[in-house]
């Protein structure tokens, strides 16, 4: 995926190719560790249903906004808003969406670090034969090695396929891996809901008390449904810029949309029934909750005894292998921007950025268990990894994507935008609801909440 000049630019292979790709970086553990964190600390199905709807108003129209950008200026983010904007600020919205994909990818890889050594766990068999699951966690969480240690093997990863050209990577990857992972995830479900109990749990997750939804819940939901979707940074311009001028964009936008959501709501319907069917709280487990719950509904999965080392090696591999084509695209923003804006080479800036990330993501695998000053934080209360998701993977993106929207809106304009869809898709059906979304819907809620937490938090 090298920049260069525009005329030797790469492009996806196919629409499909490009949707799988992008869907590699929507789906990974924003799905199925963030989402059912999210929902069990804010009242479960009122929480679904608030996601839900800032996924179609709020998600979707800036998913294609980016698209827009992305793919009109075949540039990276910074260079993306120089061009549409030339000589003036505007190109810092791509500068600090870059800074956040470093940010964001520092914990992200301390999260996918779990989930590395949660396969050897599963190979050996020790989740099957464990019954204190919390403790199963806080061996790997809490021992700083561990944490700092599987927490490089994921970025030496990341790095590696970043470097070595991840165009057939990410795209000959997606197809295979994509697919299975849903027939794993459906198959878990399955086993999920007809667990003794589950009830409960389905109930949680789907019957709403609308009393519980404040403007925390409605914040929260907001910026899962950014960090899912890969949004307010610039990863879906940057995938963008590689589309050519003959795929269409609107339902480009919607495939990736209604996926990456789909195996949200998988995941919920995985981890709520399991999670009451074997008696832990939904709002006290915290980033552990997937690590903790999971390993009881995979170690009993049929033929028993060995359906849990099969699902249980299956189940994390395929998370893992989620988490890297998330990953790629936190690092690859970054690597275009350097290599397109500062002349680096691609092996100079995926080494030394992902290093950074490395570093910047020490605290972060200390924070849960192994040092308790970064467990909690003074002042703050929460771990480390908490206060980096919230202040960079929830409150940054939702300023990303204020901007973004302010410009495609009101900058760029809707006319222009418009008619880049218009070159590929022929009309632009839903246009005129778009129009009204990324103009005003967008810019005043995403306003709304910015002020709503600078009021809570001073
Ligand atoms: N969307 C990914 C997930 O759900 C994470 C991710 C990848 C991301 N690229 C991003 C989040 C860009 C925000 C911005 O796991």
């Known amino acids: 995926m090298d920049v260069g000049t525009p005329q030797n630019r790469d492009s996806w292979g196919s629409k499909a190719a490009f949707i799988l790709a992008a869907a590699g970086s929507a789906v990974g553990l924003g799905n199925i560790w963030g989402f059912p964190t999210q929902a069990g600390r804010n009242g479960g199905a009122a929480f679904l249903i608030v996601y839900l709807v800032a996924v179609a108003i709020i998600g979707a ?223 006290v487990e915290g980033p552990s909750m997937v690590f903790v719950v999971l390993p009881q509904l995979l170690s009993s999965m049929p033929p028993q005894p060995y359906g849990g080392i099969i699902f249980g090696t299956g189940f994390f591999m395929l998370l893992a292998i989620a988490a890297l084509t998330s990953s790629i695209s936190l690092l690859e923003v970054g690597v275009t921007w350097a290599v397109d804006e500062k002349g680096w080479s691609r092996r100079k800036a995926a080494l030394l950025l992902a290093a950074l990330a490395f570093v910047i993501g020490i605290p972060s695998a200390l924070g849960n268990g192994a040092v308790s000053w970064l467990t909690h934080v003074p002042g703050v209360g929460i771990d480390f990894l908490d206060l980096m998701f919230t202040i960079f993977g929830s409150f940054g993106l939702i300023v990303g994507a204020l901007f973004i929207s302010a410009f495609v809106g009101w900058k760029w304009g809707v006319g222009n935008a418009g008619d880049e869809v218009r070159a590929t898709d022929g009309s632009f059906a839903l246009g005129g609801l778009w129009v009204v979304l990324i103009r005003y819907v967008c810019p005043i809620a995403l306003v709304g909440i910015l002020v709503h937490t600078l009021l809570q938090t001073f």
């Not at 009109?72 to 791509?94: E, S, Y």
């Not at 997606?174 to 878990?188: E, G």
């Open 61 to 283: 129209p800036v998913m294609l906004a980016e698209l827009m950008i992305g793919r009109n200026t075949q540039r990276n983010p910074v260079g993306a808003f120089k061009r549409l904007a030339p000589n003036t600020m505007w190109w810092l919205i791509g500068a600090i969406g870059v800074l956040t994909g470093v940010m964001i990818l520092s914990f992200y890889s301390v999260i996918a670090g779990w989930t590395l050594s949660y396969i050897v766990k599963a190979v050996t068999g020790t989740f099957t034969s464990s019954t204190d699951t919390n403790a199963l966690f806080g061996q790997v969480a809490g021992t700083p090695g561990q944490a700092i240690g599987w927490h490089l093997a994921f970025m030496v990863l990341t790095a590696w396929v970043v470097l070595g050209g991840i165009r057939d990577g990410i795209e000959r990857s997606t197809k295979i891996l994509m697919p299975l992972l849903v027939i794993i995830l459906i198959l878990l479900s399955v086993r999920a809901v007809t667990l003794p109990g589950a009830g409960e749990g389905l109930g949680f997750y789907l019957k709403p008390d609308f009393s519980v939804i404040d403007g925390g819940v409605i914040i929260s939901a907001i910026g899962q449904a950014f960090f899912s979707l890969s949004l307010g940074m610039g990863a879906m311009i940057t995938y963008g810029s590689y589309l050519d001028k003959k795929q269409e964009l609107v339902s480009s936008a919607a495939w990736v949309t209604g996926f990456d959501t789909a195996i949200a709501f998988l995941a919920g319907l995985i981890i709520f029934p399991t999670l009451f069917s074997s008696g832990f709280n939904p709002d």
